[in-house]
């Protein structure tokens, strides 16, 4: 199932952090799977070029993304006020410096209640689903 624009914007702006919500923009923005934004470092953004380098993907393979000028100006404004050093999403007390998935669970079923979307919503829409960097 594929989420309205609205929809998507409603249910982004409901999710109350700053991290998540820039994680999951970052995802659905750039067509990133999950674990590929959760493993995101700042150095994997390459803002000259416009280019996000994902690194260990779907088949551990590398790939490169693009960057739209409306995701870079939103992954500055939280670079700004967040300060990652290496994770760009850094998770909160994680002995590993990672974090799973998971965490996205309890901000995404907040969200979608607090936005009143009444879609159930699962990871990333598919890449074929929607043009990358289609946020208003």
């Keep these: 199932m594929v989420l309205s624009a609205d929809k998507v914007v409603r249910f982004l702006e409901a999710v109350p952090s700053l991290k998540t919500r820039t994680a999951l ?3 659905y923005a750039a067509g ?6 959760l493993g995101l470092k700042v150095r ?3 803002s000259g070029r ?3 380098r994902v690194e260990h993907g779907k088949g551990g393979k ?3 993304v693009m960057l739209s000028v409306q995701l870079l100006r939103i992954l500055r404004v939280y670079w700004r006020l967040a300060m990652p050093q290496g994770w760009l999403f850094p998770p ?3 002995v590993c410096g990672r974090f799973h998935s998971s965490m996205w669970g309890g901000s995404s079923s907040a969200a ?10 699962v ?10 960097g289609s946020l208003r």
């Design 112 to 121: 979608l209640v607090a936005s009143a979307v009444q879609t159930f919503v």
């Design 123 to 132: 990871g990333v829409p598919s890449r074929q689903s929607r043009r990358p």
């Design 62 to 64: 590398d790939r490169t």
């Design 25 to 27: 923009t970052t995802a």
């Design 32 to 37: 990133l799977r999950a674990l590929e934004t």
């Design 50 to 52: 416009r280019v996000i």
């Design 44 to 46: 994997h953004i390459d």
């Design 92 to 94: 909160q007390g994680a």
